[in-house]
């Protein structure tokens, strides 16, 4: 049992590149989460899909997209990466009935250079 | 802005001794739930607390939820070397998402 799987670990960028940051899970949960670390911030909300066919906006959204591609899969896009958005990402999923703990990926560390 | 923030940013402890964390909040929630994150590595879950209880254990860990204060702690009695981490609160309201604070850096040295 996998949990929640991140794809790359690591990646440098050049300004103005783009990328997508993957996620699935398995444990087929409905809700996933994208959150940025950047030192002494703690995790940031980007965006969330609380279900499959939706997503919303977090507290970080400017510079991202983000694709619900089906109930395992989320994924986080960078259409133009910049300097400022060099940091730790993580993806995480829970189920949203009752009062459930969130699941989480190992990150994936983002240089932008 | 964030939901949660911890305090103290950082502590240092010998081993045996007991670790304290504070969070507090701002909105209303429906629970209340500390992770813990080794250097590198993603968040783990170490215990959810309702709204409507008042205290909650699991092994060594004692949380405490205050709703009137809008504060919890977190407790690690007897920590050892294997405790230190970064410890994060995260509050959770119905229809939205978990939102983290800033967290509380513990290093327990043997």
């Known amino acids: 049992n996998a949990g929640v799987t991140q794809t790359p670990k690591f990646q440098v960028l050049k300004t103005g590149q783009s990328m997508t940051l993957q996620c699935a899970q398995d444990m087929n949960h409905n809700s996933m989460y994208w959150y940025r670390q950047d030192p002494g911030m703690g995790l940031r909300l980007i965006y969330y899909s609380a279900s499959e066919g939706t997503t919303d906006k977090g507290e970080v959204p400017n510079g991202y997209n983000v694709s619900r591609l089906n109930k395992r899969e989320f994924s986080l896009r960078l259409e133009s990466a910049a300097p400022s958005q060099t940091s730790v990402y993580f993806c995480?999923?829970?189920?949203?009935?009752?009062?459930?703990?969130?699941?989480f990926g190992q990150g994936t560390r983002l240089t932008v250079v | 802005s964030q939901q949660g923030e911890e305090d103290p940013q950082a502590l240092s402890i010998q081993e045996g001794e007991n670790a304290t964390m504070n969070c507090s909040y701002k909105?209303?929630?429906?629970?209340l739930q500390w992770y813990r994150q080794n250097s590198g590595r993603g968040l783990v879950h170490l215990i959810l607390?309702?709204?409507?209880?008042r205290e909650k254990h699991s092994g060594r860990l004692r949380v405490t939820l205050d709703t009137s204060k809008k504060s919890s702690s977190l407790l690690i009695t007897a920590s050892r070397a294997a405790d230190t981490a970064s410890y994060f609160c995260a509050t959770f309201q119905a229809g939205t998402a978990l939102i983290f604070g800033k967290g509380t850096t513990l290093s327990v040295s043997s």
């Open positions: 607390i309702r709204s409507n209880e």
């Open positions: 995480a999923s829970r189920n949203p009935t009752g009062n459930t703990e969130a699941f």
């Open positions: 909105t209303s929630i429906n629970n």
